[in-house]
């Protein structure tokens, strides 16, 4: 990256319009232009307008990291940043099959692939002695359940177990689905997270608390101080060694004040951390300021600010996404 320009490369990108918009302007506070390019299935996507879409192919064709390096070869990549939960693996292949040939703002494959094993992952945090709901074990008493796919995302699929009926015909699926204690009366935190990819030093945890969510994704959140969710979510960095962006879902149970949990662990950017860079954690400068090589200083999140999503346009016409004035 000797000369002005940047060029990142969205892995499913096709929402995060916003988050573009940030690492654009992120570089040019950096003195360098930022073009972005989006990897995806379809052509038309929102992304379209703040980026060039590349036609991308399934994360799990077997030929993914050839083609993926085609694209790297042919838009002279120099950053690779991971949006959805198939991408993140497949952005650490690359990153180690490709060693410095592109800064990829995500830790290891493997441990990608833990995380987005429920299973494995319950089993995992347990052994670290990290609290969590408990998982169910056949002959445990309690019926106030839920049941989560195992390889599932965005909340798809989740089933609230309340009869013995509805237990035996999950039970009755293996393990397909993890089964926990269901938390009723709860507040759900998203800790967004940007640890060092060079010397593994946590630079941003940034708790807030999730309002609404729309289909799995947060529309309505606000940062909030919560010394108890940073000192969590710092162990759970620690225990596994996560680097780059990562995002840490907590559930607060509200009729056991203090009981903390940790609900999941998804080691890429999450849909709301718009949220944390508006409250000054800017999290695409840290990310550019590595790829560059520059020493990059810790940042502590302003408590209270709030994002409301809404749903805009993109106009697409033959396939040609059409100049729009609202950015």
Known sequence: ?????????FLGGAKRVSMARMFKRAASA?????????????????????ATVVDGSRWSDP?????LDDTVDRYGIDIVVPFVDGAVGVAADYSARHRGKVFVPSGRSDVAELMFDKVRA????????LPVPATYRPGDP??????KPRHGSASKGIVEISSVECLDEMLLRGNDYLIQERIDNREELT??????????????????????????????TVTVGSPAAVELTRRVLAAFDLRGAV????IHDLDCPGRLLVMEINPRLGGGAVCT?????????????????????AAEPRPGVRICRYMQEVVFVDGVCQPSNNK
């Open 1 to 9: 990256m000797d000369g002005k320009d940047i060029k990142i490369l």
């Open 30 to 50: 950096l003195g360098r232009k930022a073009e972005i390019f989006s990897y995806e299935l379809d052509r038309c996507v929102p992304i379209a307008c703040e």
């Open 63 to 67: 030929d993914i990291l050839e083609r």
């Open 122 to 129: 319950a089993e995992a945090l347990e052994r670290a002695s």
């Open 142 to 147: 309690c019926l106030r359940l839920i049941a």
């Open 191 to 220: 800790v967004d997270c940007y640890v060092s990819v060079a010397d593994g030093k946590p630079l941003v945890i940034s708790p807030r608390r999730r309002n609404v969510t729309v289909g799995g994704e947060v529309s309505d």
């Open 247 to 250: 995002t840490v879902q907590l």
């Open 277 to 297: 860079v508006a409250a000054g954690c800017d999290i695409p400068a840290m990310i550019i300021s590595e790829a560059l090589g520059f020493a990059v200083d």
